[in-house]
């Protein structure tokens, strides 16, 4: 953990006993989250979003409505960008952007908004997990340039979140599998990245079958996720799940094998918004359907979070 500073309380006694083993969070906006629940069969017990510095706002909207709904745990996914149009293709999306680029973070230019947005996390009453710059290991975003300023910027955000006093966010350092790189390839790719473990609470990674020539079948994750718990030793997170039509109801059956036999498996968030992946890959398959509208399909979903909650 980050120490002290951004230990959570301790949980009461009740409280903790109550707690899955395993949590499911989905993207969803916190007012449609007793729609979800209602179509699915069973309750996330977090919800998630994105967030991009440009926005230059707080996050208390949304916290308040996950309040409201009774939550006590959400995931934030930051991305330190403006985000650049899906269209214009990834050679643009992965261009630097001034005065969102690792060093400017790492140098204090988002100072203001960071500690403003610390001090919106620290109102949450519950758990806030910190997605910061995700999938720095591959070649479509901007702050994936420069390792040695990414591990600075992500440095320098947790040391201001400690002084805000936000301690009940989490960081999560989360990659992406890059199945279609060699092991010990991906594993450089991570490990240049790593802040180190004072700076880090839990590692996620994406886990997305794309379909078509993307066809990414369960086993295929499973060492990639073995290998994270083994080199980093902390809990380990899916952050970003999702799968396409095709084929849904096999793979979700076989996630839900793959999550029975890794309990160190702390969380899992279902994502099913458009992929930018998806629209800049080209040949994959169809990833846009609700499993709200999918009865065989949320049966799946339903048995993985009741899977957790045991």
């Known amino acids: 953990m980050l120490g002290a500073a951004l230990a959570l309380p301790s949980l009461p006694t009740a409280e903790a006993a109550a707690k899955p083993a395993r949590a499911f969070g989905a993207y969803v906006e916190p007012s449609q989250l007793a729609g979800w629940t209602a179509n699915v069969g069973a309750a996330p017990q977090f919800v998630a979003r994105f967030e991009a510095f440009s926005r230059a706002e707080t996050a208390d909207?949304?916290?308040?409505?996950?309040?409201?709904?009774?939550?006590?745990?959400?995931?934030?996914?930051?991305?330190?960008?403006?985000?650049?149009?899906?269209?214009?293709?990834v050679v643009e999306q992965f261009r630097?952007?001034?005065?969102?680029?690792?060093?400017?973070?790492?140098?204090?230019?988002?100072?203001?908004?960071?500690?403003?947005?610390?001090?919106?996390l620290a109102t949450f009453h519950g758990r806030v997990d910190?997605?910061?710059?995700?999938?720095?290991?591959?070649?479509?975003?901007?702050?994936?340039?420069d390792p040695i300023q990414y591990r600075r910027a992500w440095r320098h955000i947790v040391r201001l979140f400690r002084s805000a006093g936000a301690r009940n966010v989490r960081f999560v350092w989360s990659v992406n599998p890059s199945l279609y790189v060699p092991m010990r390839a991906w594993q450089r790719s991570t490990r240049v990245y790593w802040p180190g473990r004072g700076?880090?609470?839990?590692?996620?990674?994406?886990?997305?079958?794309?379909?078509?020539?993307?066809?990414?079948?369960?086993?295929r994750?499973?060492?990639?996720?073995?290998a994270l718990r083994r080199l980093y030793r902390k809990p380990v997170m899916l952050t970003e799940l999702s799968t396409a039509y095709r084929g849904r109801e096999r793979w979700l059956r076989n996630l839900r094998r793959m999550l029975r036999s890794?309990?160190?498996?702390?969380?899992?968030?279902?994502?099913?918004?458009?992929?930018?992946?998806?629209?800049?890959?080209?040949?994959?398959?169809?990833?846009?359907?609700?499993?709200?509208?999918?009865?065989?399909?949320?049966?799946?979903?339903?048995?993985i979070i009741r899977d957790g909650q045991r």
């Open 96 to 120: 630097e952007q001034p005065g969102y680029s690792n060093r400017d973070i790492a140098e204090g230019v988002q100072d203001e908004y960071i500690l403003a947005f610390a001090r919106s």
């Open 130 to 145: 910190l997605r910061y710059a995700h999938e720095m290991n591959g070649t479509w975003y901007p702050w994936s340039h």
């Open 262 to 303: 890794m309990p160190w498996i702390r969380s899992v968030a279902w994502f099913q918004h458009t992929s930018r992946g998806q629209v800049q890959l080209g040949d994959t398959g169809r990833l846009d359907w609700s499993v709200q509208d999918d009865p065989a399909a949320a049966a799946q979903l339903r048995a």
């Open 61 to 89: 909207a949304f916290l308040r409505e996950s309040e409201a709904q009774g939550l006590r745990r959400v995931l934030v996914t930051w991305e330190p960008w403006k985000p650049v149009p899906v269209e214009l293709g």
């Open 199 to 219: 700076y880090v609470d839990a590692v996620g990674s994406t886990m997305i079958n794309f379909g078509g020539a993307k066809q990414y079948p369960v086993r």
């Open 221 to 226: 994750f499973v060492p990639r996720l073995r």
